[in-house]
């Protein structure tokens, strides 16, 4: 089974640039040869796109290349894994089983709640501690919940880099 990476000339997005795949293609039982796509969620300027790779100078090269090797090693190990189990990797078969395991991911993937419904699911797993450490517990939620009101803005979850201020005097 041959993978590699396409440019669909054929679309175009406003800013000139197209999407790129990954080809799968393959030979059959019954010698005929099966070729498959799949969607990287990329986007290259044509230019950018030299003898089958994307070219260093592409904006955002780290970030596009890091999605594109992470389909292809989902790929190797989805053919690996097949190929372990005495079968012959059929480009159909292995891009059925890639999106498959983008559901189950997708779905595995935690929903994003309301910064005090996950402080009370908190509390909750805290139930059977100490009750020092419990009424700490409910000292800072009080805290929160008074800065909420002195702020007049909701708390919610922010990531805070070494430099940023998170919290205005």
């Known amino acids: 089974m041959n993978i590699s990476l396409k440019l669909d000339k054929n679309f175009k997005s406003l800013e000139g640039e197209h999407p790129l795949y990954v080809r799968l293609r ?29 070219s260093s100078k592409t904006s955002n090269y780290t970030d596009k290349q ?18 372990e189990e005495g079968l012959e990797p059929n480009p ?22 309301s910064f005090w419904k996950s402080f009370e699911e908190y509390i909750e797993t805290k139930k059977n501690t100490s009750y020092g450490y419990r009424k700490t517990i409910n000292t800072l939620k009080n805290h929160l919940k008074d800065f909420e009101e002195r702020t007049k803005q909701k708390n919610v979850f922010r990531i805070c880099g070494f430099k940023d201020r998170c919290f205005s005097e």
Do not use: W
């Open 26 to 54: 393959g030979k059959l039982p019954n010698g005929k040869v099966s070729e498959t796509s799949i969607n990287t969620g990329v986007y290259l300027l044509e230019k950018h796109f030299i003898k089958g790779s994307v």
């Open 66 to 83: 890091r999605i594109i090797n992470g389909i292809l090693d989902e790929l190797s190990r989805i053919i690996s894994e097949v190929v």
């Open 92 to 113: 159909k078969f292995i891009k059925t089983e890639y999106e498959e395991r983008i559901k189950f991911r997708e779905l595995k993937t935690p929903q994003i709640q």
